[in-house]
């Protein structure tokens, strides 16, 4: 099992920026057996869409279109956690995050986050 706790996220201005932190936990969330973390987002009535991914070992990152240039995912292997940072925000940009985790056994996001809102005002 993966535990994954988000935080950071809150209102904010349209242009601002915020930054989440998504912290992994568990007998399972080590390098050798997560092999992707990322966050998807869903706004109201909408369906949960990627936003950003990147790989534990290699560091490589994947974007959404929508996000690319104004955000970045990163992460910290000692401290088990990924970081979004997210810039020149936008009101579109309002939605719940979610960290997930995807993991060698399977190769699909297995675990998810509780969330953690974000909003943009105009």
């Known amino acids: 099992q993966v535990q994954l706790v988000e935080s950071g996220g809150g209102l904010v201005q349209a242009g601002g920026s915020l930054r989440l932190s998504c912290a992994a936990s568990g007998r399972t969330s080590s390098t050798y057996s997560t092999y992707a973390m990322g966050w998807f987002r869903q706004a109201p009535g909408k369906e949960r869409d990627f936003v950003a991914a990147?790989?534990?070992?290699?560091?490589?990152?994947s974007y959404a279109d929508s996000v690319t240039g104004r955000f970045t995912i990163s992460r910290d292997h000692t401290k088990n956690t990924v970081y979004l940072q997210m810039n020149s925000l936008e009101p579109e940009d309002t939605a719940v995050y979610y960290c997930?985790?995807?993991?060698?056994?399977?190769?699909?996001?297995?675990?998810w986050g509780q969330g953690t809102q974000v909003t943009v005002s105009s």
């Open positions: 990147i790989t534990l070992s290699g560091g490589s990152t």
């Open positions: 997930t985790a995807k993991t060698r056994a399977t190769m699909r996001y297995d675990y």
